[in-house]
């Protein structure tokens, strides 16, 4: 089923410092990854995927990791910057391209 | 590319009326497009698949009576919440997917919708 979460677990970080946000996902049959980032009253934006064939993506100061032995995802932001302040949510594809969200982690970047 | 847009922003209503959310594919065609709806610090919980040309279908626990979902283009898809109470003032968000076959989802900038 889907996730929710009534409070958001935060992690706040020192402007400069690299962040890792984790997720785990719930169907060990999924075979497609995505984070996304939502700012306070905006869609969610895309920022990086993978597909279950790989361990490791690199995008441009972002990197996905992902454990599918013990179903866990996570998100390395390099030199967090206050505009890195927003939400983010992984997400599972499940068949049909149906997507699973995660309960999500606020960032918070202190200057 | 892969611009999503939501029409209107946001919307208060009163309770009993109808609304209508657009959700367009600006720059690609997208045969399959989806409905969210978040609540405040909550997750995005999928609603519905909209596919071009067929019936909606709805996840578990969703009124298909009261979420009417119609997809008659391959760029435009619309929510109707019809006879819309307080309980259902919520954000609403649509996404798409390229009907050239990748598996990203392009997500509309989200609808909130307040009902008196």
């Known amino acids: 089923g889907e996730s929710v979460g009534l409070h958001l677990p935060t992690l706040s970080v020192q402007e400069g410092d690299n962040s890792i946000i984790n997720c785990a996902y719930s169907n060990s049959a999924s075979d497609y990854f995505i984070w996304y980032k939502q700012e306070s009253g905006k869609g969610p934006q895309f920022i990086i995927d993978i597909r279950s064939n790989m361990d490791k993506r690199q995008g441009q100061r972002v990197t996905v990791l992902l454990n599918k032995t013990v179903k866990h995802l996570s998100l390395q932001i390099a030199a967090t910057q206050p505009g890195d302040s927003a939400v983010y949510f992984c997400?599972?594809?499940?068949?049909?391209?149906?997507?699973?969200f995660g309960s999500g982690t606020r960032l918070l970047v202190r200057p | 590319g892969a611009v999503v847009s939501q029409h209107p922003s946001w919307v208060i209503c009163k309770s009993g009326t109808s609304v209508k959310i657009e959700c367009r594919s600006l720059d690609f065609q997208a045969t399959t497009m989806f409905w969210y709806r978040q609540f405040p610090k909550q997750s995005l919980m999928l609603m519905a698949t909209s596919n071009e040309g067929s019936k909606a279908t709805y996840e578990q626990g969703v009124e298909k009576d009261k979420f009417l979902i119609n997809h008659a283009s391959l760029t435009l898809s619309t929510l109707t919440v019809t006879s819309a109470h307080p309980e259902d003032s919520s954000f609403y968000i649509c996404?798409?997917?390229?009907?050239?076959?990748?598996?990203?989802?392009?997500f509309g900038p989200g609808t909130r919708l307040t009902v008196l």
């Open positions: 996404s798409a997917r390229n009907v050239i076959g990748t598996d990203t989802q392009y």
């Open positions: 997400a599972e594809n499940m068949a049909t391209y149906k997507l699973i």
